[in-house]
């Protein structure tokens, strides 16, 4: 079974700067994705950024990035230019290319890290 | 655009009750699921379905039953509660492709007394 682990319970920047979470996970497969998701106090899920496994060009949207390591099971999410409105826990996740089993279409998330953006 | 759309947004129960959280979408996607948000534990699988008729377990599906009538609906019923059940629920739905991101409702605050 594949898990994610996310080893930073809180992160805090200053606003403007930038920031990086970390995200490993752990699989024996070849294929599958993974994705970044923001939470805000507001609860909702918001998806920031995903990536493929096969695509060695690490994925950007605006001023999220990330660094995806495969050989590493690593991914991590970096945040540039850090405004009060990326304050949330964010949960990295893990989406298997494999059909069927329990393990179908499943997204696997890792603990969470609450961001908090200092003015 | 509702996307998911889940109700209550809250519940208060007395251990014993029964319930059942509400979950729609109009998005026509194949994929349903329920998860259960804990502190520091992420979100857990309890149930999904893949289409109309069929559904099967997450990793923590005991006390939970769903069922899946229609494409639209996938409601989570609590057949008696207990304190353990404690916990925030979101359903999500998506394509079937493992590349087709999750959408997620607003999420349900249910607390079991």
């Known amino acids: 079974a594949q898990t994610v682990t996310q080893s930073q319970p809180e992160m805090s920047v200053q606003e403007a700067e930038t920031v990086t979470l970390s995200c490993t996970y752990d699989?024996?497969?070849?294929?599958?994705?993974l994705f970044w998701y923001k939470q805000p106090p507001s609860r909702q899920m918001i998806l920031v950024i995903r990536q493929e496994a096969y695509k060695q060009q690490n994925a950007t949207e605006n001023r999220f990035s990330v660094n995806f390591q495969k050989a590493a099971k690593s991914f991590s999410l970096k945040i540039s230019d850090s405004q009060l409105g990326d304050a949330a826990m964010y949960f990295c996740?893990?989406?298997?290319?494999?059909?069927?089993?329990?393990?179908?279409?499943?997204?696997?998330f890792g603990q969470g890290t609450i961001l908090t953006v200092h003015p | 655009n509702a996307g998911v759309t889940q109700t209550p947004k809250f519940q208060v129960l007395k251990t014993g009750q029964s319930m059942t959280l509400q979950c729609a979408q109009d998005?026509?996607?194949?994929?349903m699921s329920w998860y259960r948000q804990d502190p520091g534990m992420g979100l857990r699988l309890i149930h999904y379905s893949v289409g109309a008729g069929i559904t099967d377990q997450g990793e923590v599906p005991n006390g939970y039953n769903v069922s899946r009538s229609t494409t639209e609906d996938f409601p989570l019923r609590l057949l008696s509660a207990a304190p353990s059940q404690t916990s925030v629920y979101f359903c999500?739905?998506?394509?079937?492709?493992?590349?087709?991101?999750?959408?997620f409702g607003n999420g349900t605050r249910l607390t079991v007394t």
């Open positions: 996740a893990y989406r298997s290319a494999n059909a069927g089993g329990t393990s179908y279409g499943k997204l696997t």
């Open positions: 699989t024996s497969e070849s294929d599958y994705y």
């Open positions: 998005m026509n996607h194949e994929y």
């Open positions: 999500a739905s998506g394509g079937i492709s493992y590349n087709s991101p999750l959408h």
